[in-house]
């Protein structure tokens, strides 16, 4: 509205946007930076929800299918090997440590991770009752609070059983935050109540077990969740499958994974393919 100022919406043509869209390549903020593809990108897309809504309230402008969107690079997807995975899972055994509690807590936390393919929010915001560690599955509410079901490997359900017996406090949150100077005591906040782990400390938790496992990548709990993805996919899971089981809204978003799955398949082939010839 700024750049068009306030003009009739049947001025808005085809020469207009891409002057528009000039404009905003060339833009700068107030510190001098341009701004990212994305960020036009929500200025188009905006654009493209108002010529919509003029659309529907039958005033002529624009048609919004003639606003395209720049094109992104090919997103970079980050996930561990077989061997990196193993070297992650076992580093917590490395820490010789009094507290048992922070050690089977960090072990439970990086298998489910890997075993439900988590977004970290997701894992911080669980309570022992949402999980059935019986059936090996639970309810979560992912983004846009849409609900889909996760599932626990054995050996998550394991692991979380193990630190369910090492925890003396009656929180009911899954993973709670403990007090190394006092053996595995769990944290308090000022009203009494038990302390849930924050995204932050599990993050923490991530980056000092992968560089226990001399792991050299970025690690976060979300390469987890790629690797859970990539791990299905790269064992004959079909997409949609995947799509559902990451809460993904749309296929495109999980479609990123096939770039791996195909690199995957290019270097088996190399290394396998026509051995025998010539």
Not at 87 to 92: E, I, Q, S, T, V
Not at 245 to 271: C, F, N, P, V, W
């Amino acid at each position: 509205a700024t750049w068009f100022g306030n003009k009739d919406p049947g001025l808005i043509t085809a020469e207009k946007v891409r002057r528009y869209r000039l404009w905003l390549n060339r833009f700068e903020e107030e510190k001098g930076k341009e701004l990212k593809k994305n960020t036009q990108n929500y200025h188009l897309i905006s654009l493209r929800s108002f010529l919509k809504y003029l659309a529907r309230q039958d005033i002529k402008t624009l048609t919004p299918e003639k606003i395209e969107l720049m094109r992104m690079p090919e997103r970079e997807v980050s996930f561990l090997t077989q061997e990196e995975l193993t070297r992650l899972f076992k580093a917590p055994d490395e820490f010789e440590s009094d507290n048992v509690a922070i050690k089977l807590r960090d072990k439970a936390i990086l298998e489910t991770l890997f075993s439900t393919g988590l977004r970290v929010a997701e894992l911080v915001g669980l309570r022992k009752d949402d999980v059935d560690l019986k059936r090996l599955e639970f309810g979560v509410r992912g983004k846009g609070r849409k609900r889909r079901i996760v599932f626990l490997s054995e050996h998550a359900r394991d692991r979380i059983l193990a630190y369910f017996k090492a925890r003396k406090d009656l929180s009911p949150y899954l993973f709670v935050s403990h007090d190394k100077a006092k053996k595995g005591r769990v944290k308090k906040d000022s009203d009494a109540d038990t302390r849930p782990l924050t995204t932050r400390s599990v993050q923490r938790i991530m980056q000092k077990y992968a560089r226990a496992a001399g792991i050299m990548k970025e690690v976060s709990p979300h390469t987890l969740r790629h690797s859970f993805a990539t791990d299905l996919l790269q064992n004959g899971a079909d997409i949609r499958s995947v799509q559902a089981m990451l809460g993904h809204a749309s296929i495109t978003t999980t479609q990123i994974y096939t770039h791996i799955t195909d690199k995957a398949l290019r270097e088996i082939h190399k290394k396998f393919h026509g051995k025998n010839k010539h």
